[in-house]
């Protein structure tokens, strides 16, 4: 199966920092996903980007589908961003949106105050 | 906005105890995921479905198995389980091609 890289598996980042996290796919993948999980266990979906570019308040995602990377930027960091942020994906050939996505093992991020 | 309700949020049951997990989803979605997370191995996919009383083997079906009835509802079943079942296990749903949706999770505790 496809391998799925993120780094950095851990960021300790002061409210109001930047940060970029990245996630690197060994194959070609469709439907790539970037997942917040808070420290409850919730996992949200950030965005469904293919690829291009797409932004949600501080938040923003761009997947290069080419060179099979996708990055997920968070500005102005609050302490709620705190959590474990996951990219996953199908494989190209896979055929079709119902198999199951391959995640990475996410990067741990907390925002000290 | 999207809802995928799972039964409980813990569960504690005995060795050998058949389990049944369920969730239900409110989006009409053909396609519905059971998946475990566990510390250092991430998020791995237990079974899928992409519609009613179809069901697909993921990375990891051994020692489970899955109904859907119907639609909306997809359950994983532990026929006899076992303390390496200790888990957080995590249904979600989605359309093709479009975003996935997860559950709260029901974190389950085997002795």
């Known amino acids: 199966g496809i391998q799925v890289e993120q780094s950095p598996p851990d960021l300790i980042l002061q409210e109001g920092a930047n940060s970029t996290l990245r996630c690197n796919f060994s194959?070609?993948?469709?439907?790539l996903q970037w997942f917040h999980q808070n420290p409850w266990g919730q996992l949200i979906n950030l965005f469904y980007?293919?690829?291009g570019t797409k932004q949600n308040g501080r938040l923003s995602a761009t997947t290069v589908a080419t060179e099979r990377y996708s990055l997920l930027y968070i500005s102005s960091s609050q302490t709620t961003d705190s959590g474990v942020y996951f990219c996953a994906g199908h494989v190209m050939y896979s055929g079709g949106g119902a198999d199951g996505l391959t995640f990475g093992k996410g990067t741990h991020l907390i925002i000290q105050p | 906005d999207v809802k995928v309700t799972q039964s409980s949020r813990y569960l504690v049951k005995r060795t050998g105890e058949k389990v049944f997990l369920e969730c239900v989803q409110d989006?009409?979605?053909?396609?519905m995921f059971w998946y475990r997370q566990d510390p250092g191995l991430g998020l791995r996919l237990i079974y899928f479905?992409?519609?009613?009383?179809?069901?697909e083997k993921g990375d990891i079906p051994e020692g489970y198995s899955v109904s859907r009835e119907k639609k909306e509802r997809f359950s994983l079943i532990l026929e006899s389980a076992s303390t390496n079942q200790t888990s957080m296990y995590l249904c979600?749903?989605?359309?093709?091609?479009?975003?996935?949706?997860f559950g709260n999770g029901t974190r389950l505790t085997v002795t």
């Open positions: 194959d070609s993948v469709n439907n």
């Open positions: 980007i293919p690829s």
């Open positions: 989006m009409d979605h053909e396609n």
């Open positions: 979600a749903s989605s359309l093709d091609n479009s975003p996935l949706h």
């Open positions: 479905s992409y519609d009613v009383k179809m069901k």
